[in-house]
């Protein structure tokens, strides 16, 4: 078996697997509709699904998803792959059949902890910055050289919205990350409200200062980072 934090969380399809993670455990994995005589991995249960619908492939520390000639189609990031592969990355978003079934690709150990620097837009009006650095390796942050009071839910939502700049993160998503080690109820969803989430952006916006108004709310979803 291999366990190298890569799982896929379920966003859409049946009502029973929504919110649950699938870890590819494999060197390929399969997906399609459930009831059929070939041994899947990963199985819904809607007619729109083709029998064999996709593979993830393992490829060193990588993982591409293949379209196993499906009828409706596979997309990632509503790009149709077109009977072809794709490398995935981490917040990949991945269509079954026009959205019938919808995941996200997610690495819990991640691979980015390089030093680096958030090219962020001057915002209008405000006095010049040398910008905010950003130390993954030391989950460390900070503004004119002085390092940043973060906590480590603080840090762990920052990293997260940082690695899918300018990509929409979902509540669900954000709990998930930043709250793992919270009891999981039916869903497997970690126990934390919206209301949490929203407190936790909150102060992180304060903390970042000016730079804190690139992290755009999307309504009834969750947020973005703009950079």
């Given at each position: ?8 969380l379920?966003?859409?399809?049946d009502?029973s697997?929504?919110?649950?993670r699938k ?10 509709r459930r009831?059929?005589?070939?041994q899947?991995?990963?199985t ?5 699904i ?5 593979a ?11 379209d196993l000639e499906?009828k409706?189609?596979?997309e ?5 792959l077109?009977?072809?592969?794709h490398i995935?990355c ?5 269509s ?9 690709f997610?690495?819990?150990v991640n691979r ?11 915002p ?12 993954l ?5 900070r503004?004119d ?20 700049a ?22 497997n969803?970690?126990e934390?409200g ?11 916006r ?5 730079y804190?108004q ?11 980072l703009?950079?």
């Amino acid at each position: 078996m291999i366990d190298n934090g890569a799982y896929l969380l379920v966003k859409k399809g049946d009502p029973s697997q929504v919110a649950t993670r699938k870890y590819l455990t494999k060197d390929r994995c399969t997906i399609g509709r459930r009831g059929t005589s070939f041994q899947l991995d990963i199985t819904f249960s809607s007619p729109y699904i083709s029998r064999m619908h996709a593979a993830f492939q393992r490829i060193g520390n990588d993982y591409k998803i293949i379209d196993l000639e499906s009828k409706h189609g596979t997309e990632v990031n509503g790009t149709p792959l077109h009977y072809s592969s794709h490398i995935l990355c981490h917040g990949d978003q991945i269509s079954l059949s026009k959205g019938v079934a919808e995941l996200v690709f997610l690495r819990e150990v991640n691979r980015l902890d390089d030093t680096v620097e958030l090219p962020f837009t001057q915002p209008k009006n405000a006095s010049l910055l040398p910008g905010l650095e950003i130390h993954l390796e030391r989950r460390e942050v900070r503004i004119d050289g002085t390092r940043l009071p973060l906590t480590g839910k603080d840090m762990d939502l920052l990293k997260l919205l940082y690695q899918k700049a300018n990509k929409a993160v979902s509540f669900e998503e954000i709990m998930l990350t930043v709250w793992p080690e919270r009891m999981l109820y039916e869903g497997n969803v970690p126990e934390v409200g919206q209301v949490e989430v929203n407190a936790l952006v909150y102060r992180l916006r304060k903390k970042l200062r000016h730079y804190g108004q690139q992290i755009t709310t999307i309504p009834r979803y969750g947020y973005r980072l703009d950079v």
